[in-house]
């Protein structure tokens, strides 16, 4: 069975620093791959995801995540966080196909001055 | 992309009632799922939703409990029955997109049982 692992349950960041992310997953093939934002009281929304090719993906609001198979891991990145990047990341994965969303456990970003 | 509807957005409900979410998607879409994250929590599958046939439940989830619907290719409803305040959680239907290879999500439904 698919699963997502995402160590850092809180993670505090000055603004204008980088931000790492970490995912860890277990799929037995190559998964689909994505991180979705949620921030308070709001739905989810799709930052990025990756299922071939180039490893190092690009996604919205300056984030990228970088697919490493031999570490299985999907790390989400940012060069310089802003304020209104404080909210809870989710890494999730779906199996080859359309299946359904396996979510990691989140990550609450808190951002200071 | 698919753009998802759902209603109510939030609702505050006596225990032992039950509140039915709907979800539009504004595509026709062969699956739908619903989704419960309680609070603090990740998001945890409930069912999927295949138009024609009976939902499939994950584990720890019943159709007594989790009534589904799924009456066309772009609805499907929720019903959250015999609540209890342990089923405050918020609620969300997600499709996927074009291709099949990602998912969309609705706003959710944020749901109080008092």
Known sequence: AQSVTQPD????VSEGASLELRCNYSYGATP??????????Q???????????????????????????????????????????????????VGGGYQKVTFGTGTKLQVIP | SAVISQKPSRDICQRGTSLTIQCQVDSQVTMMFWYRQQPGQSL???????????????????????????????????TVSNMSP???SIYLCSAPGTGGTEAFFG???RLTVV
């Open chain 1, 9 to 12: 349950i809180h993670i505090t």
């Open chain 1, 32 to 41: 689909y791959l994505f991180w979705y934002v949620q921030s308070p009281g």
């Open chain 1, 43 to 93: 739905g989810l929304q799709l930052l990025l995801k990756y299922f071939s090719g180039d490893t190092l993906v690009q996604g919205i609001k300056g984030f990228e995540a970088e697919f490493k198979r031999s570490q299985s891991s999907f790390n989400l990145r940012k060069p310089s966080v802003h304020w209104s990047d404080a909210a809870e990341y989710f890494c999730a994965v």
């Open chain 2, 44 to 78: 945890t599958l409930i069912a999927t939703a295949n138009q024609g046939s009976e939902a499939t439940y994950e584990s720890g989830f019943v159709i007594d409990k989790f009534p589904i619907s799924r009456p066309n290719l772009t609805f499907s409803t929720l």
């Open chain 2, 86 to 88: 342990e089923d405050s």
């Open chain 2, 107 to 109: 706003q959710g439904t």
